[in-house]
Nanobody, 121 residues
Framework: QVQLVESGGGLVQPGGSLRLSCAAAGSSLSSYAMGWYRQAPGKERDMVATITTSSGTNYADSVKGRFTISRDDAKNTVYLQMNSLKPEDTAAYYC???????????????WGQGTQVTVSS
């Protein structure tokens, strides 16, 4: 199993930046596809960005060009750099991990507890 802990959230003004971190323990992330998801109260949890074991990335249309997901397997950490933040980015952000075999995701999903991002003037 893998335990995930997010950090880096906070209150920022529109146009500001934050970098979220997801630190893993219990397993090496080298064999896991990773993702960042976000959820506002009363809404579904939506994908923000994903990254494969070989660092291929995918982004939600709403964050393309503004957010960057990256991984440092040596540090067992995944990051989400968030630039040009908008009020609609306000949500709890969650880190996700799932085993990857070739291009297939297998096994259980693992989730962190979340970190709050609030974008407001």
């Amino acid at each position: 199993q893998v335990q995930l802990v997010e950090s880096g959230g906070g209150l920022v003004q529109p146009g500001g930046s934050l970098r979220l971190s997801c630190a893993a323990a219990g397993s090496s992330l080298s064999s896991y596809a990773m993702g960042w998801y976000r959820q506002a109260p009363g809404k579904e949890r939506d994908m923000v960005a994903t990254i494969t074991t070989s660092s291929g990335t995918n982004y939600a249309d709403s964050v393309k060009g503004r957010f960057t997901i990256s991984r440092d397997d040596a540090k067992n950490t995944v990051y989400l750099q968030m630039n040009s933040l908008k009020p609609e980015d306000t949500a709890a952000y969650y880190c996700n991990a799932r085993r990857q075999f070739r291009s297939i995701l297998i096994g259980a999903d693992y989730w962190g507890q979340g970190t709050q991002v609030t974008v407001s003037s």
